[in-house]
Protein backbone atom coordinates (compact mmCIF):
# COMPACT_ATOMS: atom_id res chain seq x y z
CA UNK A 1 0.00 0.00 0.00
CA UNK A 2 1.14 3.61 -0.98
CA UNK A 3 1.84 5.64 2.17
CA UNK A 4 -0.40 8.27 1.02
CA UNK A 5 -3.34 5.88 1.25
CA UNK A 6 -2.04 4.56 4.16
CA UNK A 7 -1.74 7.95 6.08
CA UNK A 8 -5.26 8.95 4.52
CA UNK A 9 -7.23 5.09 5.82
CA UNK A 10 -5.18 5.99 9.24
CA UNK A 11 -6.88 9.52 9.41
CA UNK A 12 -10.26 8.48 8.37
CA UNK A 13 -10.25 5.53 10.91
CA UNK A 14 -8.77 7.98 13.52
CA UNK A 15 -11.74 10.43 12.89
CA UNK A 16 -14.58 7.85 12.77
CA UNK A 17 -12.94 6.64 16.35
CA UNK A 18 -11.48 10.05 18.04
CA UNK A 19 -7.99 9.09 18.12
CA UNK A 20 -5.27 11.29 17.76
CA UNK A 21 -4.21 11.50 14.12
CA UNK A 22 -0.93 12.44 15.24
CA UNK A 23 -0.51 8.89 17.05
CA UNK A 24 -1.90 7.21 13.43
CA UNK A 25 0.02 9.13 10.83
CA UNK A 26 3.51 7.30 9.06
CA UNK A 27 6.17 9.85 9.70
CA UNK A 28 7.80 9.56 5.80
CA UNK A 29 11.46 10.78 7.11
CA UNK A 30 14.25 8.71 7.64
CA UNK A 31 15.01 5.58 6.08
CA UNK A 32 15.03 1.25 7.69
CA UNK A 33 18.56 0.10 7.45
CA UNK A 34 17.96 -3.52 6.08
CA UNK A 35 20.46 -6.42 5.07
CA UNK A 36 19.84 -5.05 1.66
CA UNK A 37 20.13 -1.68 2.23
CA UNK A 38 18.05 1.37 3.29
CA UNK A 39 14.15 1.56 2.41
CA UNK A 40 11.13 3.83 3.11
CA UNK A 41 9.76 3.46 6.25
CA UNK A 42 6.74 2.92 4.31
CA UNK A 43 8.05 0.06 2.94
CA UNK A 44 7.70 -1.91 6.18
CA UNK A 45 4.73 -3.30 6.05
CA UNK A 46 3.41 -6.31 8.69
CA UNK A 47 6.59 -6.39 10.56
CA UNK A 48 7.77 -8.89 13.26
CA UNK A 49 10.23 -6.58 15.71
CA UNK A 50 11.88 -9.16 18.11
CA UNK A 51 12.51 -13.14 16.23
CA UNK A 52 15.70 -14.85 15.83
CA UNK A 53 17.16 -16.97 13.05
CA UNK A 54 19.92 -18.22 14.92
CA UNK A 55 21.58 -18.27 18.31
CA UNK A 56 24.90 -19.68 19.39
CA UNK A 57 25.08 -19.89 23.56
CA UNK A 58 28.64 -21.03 23.42
CA UNK A 59 29.41 -17.31 24.99
CA UNK A 60 31.55 -14.68 23.73
CA UNK A 61 34.49 -15.60 24.76
CA UNK A 62 34.65 -19.52 23.27
CA UNK A 63 36.03 -19.94 19.91
CA UNK A 64 33.08 -22.53 18.27
CA UNK A 65 35.46 -21.93 15.20
CA UNK A 66 32.02 -21.55 13.42
CA UNK A 67 30.60 -24.53 14.89
CA UNK A 68 27.55 -24.53 12.05
CA UNK A 69 26.81 -25.08 8.71
CA UNK A 70 25.41 -21.84 6.99
CA UNK A 71 23.96 -23.82 4.34
CA UNK A 72 22.28 -26.09 6.31
CA UNK A 73 20.74 -22.60 9.02
CA UNK A 74 19.75 -21.43 5.76
CA UNK A 75 17.99 -24.36 4.21
CA UNK A 76 16.03 -24.94 7.85
CA UNK A 77 14.90 -21.36 8.35
CA UNK A 78 13.93 -20.95 4.69
CA UNK A 79 10.53 -22.99 5.16
CA UNK A 80 9.72 -20.94 8.29
CA UNK A 81 10.43 -17.40 6.88
CA UNK A 82 8.05 -18.40 4.09
CA UNK A 83 5.05 -19.21 6.00
CA UNK A 84 5.44 -15.61 7.61
CA UNK A 85 5.87 -14.10 3.64
CA UNK A 86 2.61 -15.82 3.02
CA UNK A 87 1.20 -14.91 6.19
CA UNK A 88 1.26 -11.18 5.11
CA UNK A 89 4.41 -10.59 7.07
CA UNK A 90 7.10 -7.82 5.18
CA UNK A 91 9.48 -7.34 7.18
CA UNK A 92 11.42 -9.53 9.90
CA UNK A 93 13.87 -7.95 12.69
CA UNK A 94 16.71 -10.50 13.57
CA UNK A 95 17.51 -9.81 17.57
CA UNK A 96 20.60 -12.24 17.93
CA UNK A 97 23.61 -9.88 18.93
CA UNK A 98 27.13 -9.78 17.86
CA UNK A 99 29.09 -12.79 19.66
CA UNK A 100 25.48 -14.47 20.33
CA UNK A 101 25.22 -16.23 17.28
CA UNK A 102 24.59 -12.89 14.58
CA UNK A 103 25.41 -14.13 11.03
CA UNK A 104 24.39 -11.15 8.29
CA UNK A 105 25.40 -13.66 5.62
CA UNK A 106 22.68 -15.62 5.87
CA UNK A 107 20.85 -13.16 6.86
CA UNK A 108 20.75 -11.70 3.71
CA UNK A 109 20.46 -14.60 1.75
CA UNK A 110 16.93 -15.39 3.50
CA UNK A 111 16.26 -12.11 2.70
CA UNK A 112 17.17 -12.66 -1.35
CA UNK A 113 15.09 -16.22 -0.97
CA UNK A 114 12.04 -14.62 0.68
CA UNK A 115 11.67 -11.04 -0.76
CA UNK A 116 11.45 -10.31 3.25
CA UNK A 117 12.83 -7.27 4.90
CA UNK A 118 14.98 -8.49 7.54
CA UNK A 119 16.97 -5.97 10.06
CA UNK A 120 20.37 -6.96 11.94
CA UNK A 121 21.72 -4.81 14.99
CA UNK A 122 24.92 -4.22 16.03
CA UNK A 123 25.76 -3.94 20.18
CA UNK A 124 26.46 -6.01 22.87
CA UNK A 125 24.52 -8.11 24.79
CA UNK A 126 25.24 -8.06 28.64
CA UNK A 127 22.73 -10.34 30.14
CA UNK A 128 23.17 -13.60 31.19
CA UNK A 129 26.26 -12.39 33.79
CA UNK A 130 28.13 -11.49 30.67
CA UNK A 131 28.32 -14.30 29.11
CA UNK A 132 28.58 -12.70 25.59
CA UNK A 133 30.20 -9.62 26.64
CA UNK A 134 33.91 -9.94 24.85
CA UNK A 135 36.63 -10.01 27.63
CA UNK A 136 38.27 -7.18 25.86
CA UNK A 137 35.38 -4.57 27.42
CA UNK A 138 37.00 -4.45 30.37
CA UNK A 139 40.33 -2.08 29.12
CA UNK A 140 37.81 -0.09 26.21
CA UNK A 141 36.06 3.06 27.15
CA UNK A 142 32.67 3.38 26.24
CA UNK A 143 34.05 5.55 23.67
CA UNK A 144 35.78 2.84 22.52
CA UNK A 145 32.78 0.20 22.32
CA UNK A 146 30.89 2.99 20.39
CA UNK A 147 33.70 3.56 17.48
CA UNK A 148 33.58 -0.26 16.78
CA UNK A 149 29.36 -0.36 16.34
CA UNK A 150 29.70 2.86 14.39
CA UNK A 151 31.98 1.29 12.49
CA UNK A 152 29.43 -1.62 11.74
CA UNK A 153 27.24 1.05 10.96
CA UNK A 154 28.88 3.16 8.68
CA UNK A 155 31.23 0.33 6.78
CA UNK A 156 29.33 -2.85 7.75
CA UNK A 157 29.41 -5.94 9.53
CA UNK A 158 31.71 -9.07 9.34
CA UNK A 159 33.55 -7.65 6.30
CA UNK A 160 30.25 -7.36 4.37
CA UNK A 161 28.43 -4.39 3.55
CA UNK A 162 25.48 -5.28 5.63
CA UNK A 163 24.73 -2.00 7.88
CA UNK A 164 23.10 -2.53 11.28
CA UNK A 165 19.20 -1.61 11.62
CA UNK A 166 19.32 -0.91 15.10
CA UNK A 167 21.47 -0.98 18.52
CA UNK A 168 20.36 -3.96 20.62
CA UNK A 169 22.06 -4.73 24.06
CA UNK A 170 21.13 -7.17 27.19
CA UNK A 171 21.53 -6.35 30.93
CA UNK A 172 20.34 -8.45 33.41
CA UNK A 173 19.13 -5.85 36.49
CA UNK A 174 20.14 -3.36 39.58
CA UNK A 175 22.92 -2.59 40.25
CA UNK A 176 24.47 -2.20 36.36
CA UNK A 177 28.14 -3.39 36.56
CA UNK A 178 30.55 -1.24 34.86
CA UNK A 179 30.70 -3.12 32.44
CA UNK A 180 26.85 -2.78 32.04
CA UNK A 181 27.30 0.95 32.26
CA UNK A 182 29.64 1.59 29.82
CA UNK A 183 27.25 -0.13 26.85
CA UNK A 184 24.78 2.08 27.57
CA UNK A 185 27.04 4.87 27.20
CA UNK A 186 28.56 3.75 24.52
CA UNK A 187 24.73 2.99 23.12
CA UNK A 188 24.21 6.94 23.53
CA UNK A 189 27.10 7.41 21.65
CA UNK A 190 26.68 5.39 18.62
CA UNK A 191 23.58 6.96 18.42
CA UNK A 192 24.83 10.87 18.29
CA UNK A 193 27.07 9.25 15.46
CA UNK A 194 24.73 7.01 13.48
CA UNK A 195 20.51 7.93 14.64
CA UNK A 196 20.07 3.80 15.63
CA UNK A 197 17.30 3.28 17.91
CA UNK A 198 18.72 1.58 21.41
CA UNK A 199 16.85 -1.90 22.45
CA UNK A 200 17.76 -3.12 25.17
CA UNK A 201 17.16 -6.62 26.71
CA UNK A 202 16.01 -6.28 30.01
CA UNK A 203 15.83 -9.16 31.88
CA UNK A 204 14.55 -8.21 35.13
CA UNK A 205 11.62 -5.41 34.97
CA UNK A 206 10.58 -1.66 35.05
CA UNK A 207 13.64 -0.78 37.86
CA UNK A 208 16.19 -1.25 35.75
CA UNK A 209 14.14 0.02 32.58
CA UNK A 210 13.72 3.20 34.28
CA UNK A 211 17.55 3.59 35.01
CA UNK A 212 18.48 2.35 31.71
CA UNK A 213 16.55 5.33 30.19
CA UNK A 214 18.03 7.70 32.70
CA UNK A 215 21.30 7.23 31.91
CA UNK A 216 20.52 7.08 28.32
CA UNK A 217 18.71 10.84 28.50
CA UNK A 218 21.32 12.57 31.08
CA UNK A 219 23.67 11.39 27.44
CA UNK A 220 21.23 13.33 25.27
CA UNK A 221 19.08 10.31 23.90
CA UNK A 222 15.37 10.86 23.78
CA UNK A 223 12.92 8.65 25.13
CA UNK A 224 11.50 7.57 21.44
CA UNK A 225 15.10 6.15 20.45
CA UNK A 226 14.79 3.25 23.08
CA UNK A 227 12.92 0.38 23.11
CA UNK A 228 12.28 -2.04 26.39
CA UNK A 229 12.75 -5.24 25.22
CA UNK A 230 11.29 -7.53 26.68
CA UNK A 231 8.93 -5.36 29.12
CA UNK A 232 6.65 -8.18 29.57
CA UNK A 233 8.82 -9.57 32.60
CA UNK A 234 7.52 -6.55 34.52
CA UNK A 235 3.97 -7.53 35.55
CA UNK A 236 3.23 -3.99 36.93
CA UNK A 237 1.90 -1.99 34.12
CA UNK A 238 2.70 1.43 36.28
CA UNK A 239 5.69 0.91 34.71
CA UNK A 240 5.01 0.86 31.46
CA UNK A 241 2.39 3.68 31.30
CA UNK A 242 4.70 6.33 32.77
CA UNK A 243 7.56 4.78 30.07
CA UNK A 244 5.23 5.23 27.51
CA UNK A 245 4.37 8.54 28.75
CA UNK A 246 7.20 9.84 28.50
CA UNK A 247 7.82 8.69 24.92
CA UNK A 248 9.82 5.28 25.20
CA UNK A 249 8.96 1.95 23.18
CA UNK A 250 7.47 -0.55 25.13
CA UNK A 251 8.31 -4.01 23.76
CA UNK A 252 5.81 -6.81 24.58
CA UNK A 253 7.89 -9.89 22.79
CA UNK A 254 6.89 -12.80 23.70
CA UNK A 255 4.25 -13.90 22.79
CA UNK A 256 3.08 -17.42 21.64
CA UNK A 257 -0.30 -19.56 21.43
CA UNK A 258 -0.31 -20.41 25.05
CA UNK A 259 -0.29 -16.84 26.45
CA UNK A 260 -2.73 -14.65 24.30
CA UNK A 261 -4.72 -13.51 26.80
CA UNK A 262 -2.08 -12.45 28.74
CA UNK A 263 -0.79 -10.31 25.94
CA UNK A 264 -4.28 -9.24 25.46
CA UNK A 265 -4.96 -7.94 28.36
CA UNK A 266 -1.99 -5.61 28.53
CA UNK A 267 -2.25 -4.53 25.27
CA UNK A 268 -6.08 -3.60 26.42
CA UNK A 269 -4.96 -1.18 29.41
CA UNK A 270 -2.48 0.24 27.31
CA UNK A 271 -5.26 0.92 24.91
CA UNK A 272 -7.11 2.86 27.62
CA UNK A 273 -4.43 5.28 28.31
CA UNK A 274 -4.69 5.83 24.94
CA UNK A 275 -0.97 4.12 24.23
CA UNK A 276 -1.47 1.73 21.68
CA UNK A 277 1.25 3.86 19.72
CA UNK A 278 4.02 3.34 22.00
CA UNK A 279 3.84 -0.35 21.52
CA UNK A 280 5.69 -3.06 19.66
CA UNK A 281 4.56 -6.67 19.54
CA UNK A 282 6.21 -9.84 18.63
CA UNK A 283 7.55 -13.55 19.55
CA UNK A 284 10.80 -13.67 20.37
CA UNK A 285 10.31 -17.07 18.10
CA UNK A 286 12.95 -19.45 16.27
CA UNK A 287 16.19 -20.67 16.12
CA UNK A 288 18.80 -22.58 14.66
CA UNK A 289 20.89 -23.24 17.98
CA UNK A 290 24.06 -23.67 17.24
CA UNK A 291 25.54 -27.34 18.44
CA UNK A 292 22.43 -28.78 18.54
CA UNK A 293 21.62 -31.65 16.41
CA UNK A 294 19.96 -30.04 13.07
CA UNK A 295 20.05 -26.62 15.41
CA UNK A 296 16.91 -28.67 17.59
CA UNK A 297 13.83 -27.67 17.81
CA UNK A 298 12.52 -24.45 15.94
CA UNK A 299 10.30 -22.74 17.34
CA UNK A 300 8.12 -21.22 14.07
CA UNK A 301 6.92 -17.23 13.96
CA UNK A 302 3.25 -18.37 12.82
CA UNK A 303 1.34 -17.82 15.94
CA UNK A 304 1.27 -14.67 16.48
CA UNK A 305 -0.98 -14.45 12.62
CA UNK A 306 -2.64 -18.07 13.71
CA UNK A 307 -3.40 -17.17 17.47
CA UNK A 308 -2.56 -13.50 18.44
CA UNK A 309 -3.89 -11.61 15.60
CA UNK A 310 -7.49 -12.97 15.60
CA UNK A 311 -7.53 -12.44 19.43
CA UNK A 312 -6.50 -8.57 19.16
CA UNK A 313 -10.01 -8.89 16.50
CA UNK A 314 -12.20 -10.81 18.72
CA UNK A 315 -11.84 -8.54 21.85
CA UNK A 316 -12.10 -4.86 19.77
CA UNK A 317 -9.27 -4.16 18.66
CA UNK A 318 -9.67 -2.38 15.27
CA UNK A 319 -7.94 -2.55 12.11
CA UNK A 320 -6.41 0.60 12.67
CA UNK A 321 -5.13 -0.69 16.45
CA UNK A 322 -3.45 -3.97 14.63
CA UNK A 323 -2.04 -1.51 11.70
CA UNK A 324 -0.79 0.78 14.92
CA UNK A 325 1.07 -2.34 16.21
CA UNK A 326 2.04 -3.94 13.48
CA UNK A 327 3.31 -1.50 10.77
CA UNK A 328 3.48 2.28 11.86
CA UNK A 329 4.80 1.53 15.70
CA UNK A 330 7.62 -0.33 13.93
CA UNK A 331 8.42 1.92 11.04
CA UNK A 332 8.68 5.07 13.82
CA UNK A 333 10.23 3.02 16.24
CA UNK A 334 13.40 1.85 13.85
CA UNK A 335 13.10 4.83 11.75
CA UNK A 336 16.93 6.29 11.04
CA UNK A 337 16.43 9.97 10.78
ZN1 LIG B 1 15.23 -12.46 21.79
Known sequence: ?????????GSMAALATGLDLSAVALNSQGRIFTVNGPIEPSQMGMT??????????AGANVSTGKA??????????????????????KTFIDCTPSLLGRDVRILQRLSNATGLNIITNTGFYGA????????????MTAKEVAAAWIKESQSGIDGTNIRPGFMKLGLDGLPFTESIEKIINAAAFTYKATGLTIGIHTGKGGEPALKE??????NGVPPKKWIWIHAQNETDLTYHIQLAKRGAWISFDGISSKN???YITR????KSENLLHRVLVSQDAGWYNVGQEKGGKFRNYMDFFTHFLPALRKDGFT?????TLTERNPAEAFRVS
Not at 48 to 57: A, I, P, Q, T, Y
Open 1 to 9: MHRRQFILQ
Open 48 to 57: LVHEHVMVDF
Open 68 to 89: YNPDEVFDIALPYLNEIKNAGC
Open 128 to 139: ASEKFLPDSIKK
Open 213 to 218: LEILEK
Open 260 to 262: VDE
Open 267 to 270: LKKM
Open 319 to 323: DLDIK
